[in-house]
């Protein structure tokens, strides 16, 4: 996966995050950094598993 594919995958959880807390502005960095560290743990566990990464659908 690209940088270019993974900042979009973060940007989408990002913006998924932000509608599920209620769509509140002023946390995006929050918002980022979660959506980073799930990917990273969904990313890492389906690599210990030998799962490919599933690709998450468009919004």
């Not at 502005?25 to 598993?49: C, F, M, Q, V």
Request: proline share 5%; glycine share 8%; hydrophobic share 20%.
């Amino acid at each position: 996966m690209s940088r270019q594919e993974l900042e979009e995958r973060i940007r989408r959880r990002a913006y998924g995050i932000w509608e599920l807390e209620g769509r509140a502005y002023g946390n995006h960095e929050g918002h980022w950094h979660r959506a980073t560290k799930e990917i990273e743990e969904e990313d890492l566990a389906d690599r210990s598993k030998g799962t490919p990464r599933k690709t998450e659908p468009p919004h």
